[in-house]
């Protein structure tokens, strides 16, 4: 939670240092397309050479984004995909919604709204009546950023608390309640030591509380992953006491020590570096219509949806989709069935795994 929010306050910072830079650049004209998208000259504020006709938006996120037609720096990018989403879920956007959360100048918004308008001319189009640039019929967001799914994930990282409002792009924020869940608590110094672990390619010596133990266990362990099974963090080690790569949970470490050089290489994590392809269809007991209605809400395509997933995440992936182990289907559920069971049950987790 706390890295994510250091994330998006080095973004904002890194926006307003850009915009100070651009307040000392020439004026330019502007071109045909942004001016149908724009307020008569009387009421449009002078603009910045920061989008003449030579850069163009890619979707890196490094320091400059290269396409064909020449580079913008990563600010002014997310301001773009900023406007591009503001327009696909309000429907709506003007200057003092992009200067009001980026903290920048009138001038710099209406070069940000200009520029979107020359590489996305049919998306907008300029209501005078409310001085207001609306959505157009013919709208189709630029960026895979305005998608549904980032919309409900920042929509769900607001109600728990993980962004706050001026972090996300959202202006209406609907009514919206998720599961609760308990807080899966992880120590701020263990978290930072097996990181320093894994970036170094070192060995961390820990006390290991094991759920199958009454009291925690020394163990010398070289990490090389993080995964996430839905509740909780787990980082994916070589455990040097049992000789082979084991999830340990990141809340039941405790007393982590010094670090040590590690001959360990994690490409010789056979389960972590191999992927199992699952292929979920409709259940057979289904009706027609309802099997229209699983493909649909799965995403498929005729009749079929295909999930990779790292063998070491797999015993996790089944539980979250309401398998068994076996990757029969959980008593009840009767939505999905894994087509391929066949196939992939060599690599299903055996009895006491994970």
Same mark, same amino acid.
């Given at each position: ?32 397309? !942004?001016?149908? %998208? ?6 449009? =504020?002078? #603009? ?6 030579? &850069?163009? @938006? ?52 209406? !070069?940000?709204? %200009? ?6 001319? =049919?998306? #907008? ?6 001085? &207001?640039? @609306? ?220």
């Amino acid at each position: 939670m706390l890295k994510v929010k250091k994330v998006y306050a080095y973004f904002l910072c890194a926006s307003t240092n850009y915009t100070i830079a651009m307040k000392n650049r020439t004026l330019r004209h502007r071109s045909p397309e !942004a001016s149908r %998208a724009s307020p008569p000259p009387e009421q449009e =504020e002078k #603009l910045p050479e920061s989008h003449g006709a030579g &850069t163009s @938006v890619g979707a890196g996120t490094s320091g400059l984004a290269n396409t064909d037609a020449g580079t913008v720096k990563w600010s002014q990018e997310r301001r773009l995909r900023f406007i591009d989403f503001r327009l696909q879920w309000d429907g709506r956007i003007n200057r003092r919604d992009v200067t009001e959360f980026f903290k920048i100048s009138v001038p710099q918004a209406s !070069a940000d709204i %200009a520029r979107y308008t020359d590489l996305a001319p =049919e998306n #907008l189009a300029y209501d005078t009546s409310s001085r &207001t640039y @609306v959505a157009t019929r013919a709208f189709a967001p630029r960026y895979q950023t305005s998608g549904a799914g980032q919309y409900l994930s920042q929509l769900l990282a607001l109600e728990r608390q993980i962004l706050t409002a001026d972090q996300a792009f959202l202006a209406f924020r609907p009514p919206v309640a998720s599961v609760p869940l308990p807080n899966r608590t992880v120590d701020p110094q263990t978290l930072s030591l097996v990181v320093q672990a894994i970036a170094s390619r070192a060995k961390l010596q820990i006390q290991y509380q094991s759920i199958t133990r009454d009291e925690p266990l020394d163990r010398l362990i070289s990490p090389h992953a993080f995964g996430y099974d839905g509740l909780r963090w787990h980082v994916r080690a070589y455990c040097h006491m049992r000789g082979g790569f084991r999830d340990f949970v990141l809340g039941r470490i405790m007393a982590p020590g010094a670090l040590i050089a590690s001959e360990v290489d994690p490409q010789q994590d056979v389960e972590w570096n191999s992927t199992v392809d699952l292929i979920l269809t409709p259940n057979e007991s289904l009706s027609p219509m309802q099997r229209k209605g699983v493909e649909v809400d799965y995403g498929m395509t005729n009749g079929m949806v295909t999930l990779p997933c790292r063998q070491a995440m797999l015993f996790y992936t089944l539980r979250t989709l309401n398998f068994e182990p076996s990757g029969a289907p959980r008593k009840g559920e009767r939505q999905v069935v894994i087509a391929n069971l066949e196939k992939i049950r060599p690599w299903l987790p055996k009895p006491g795994q994970a």
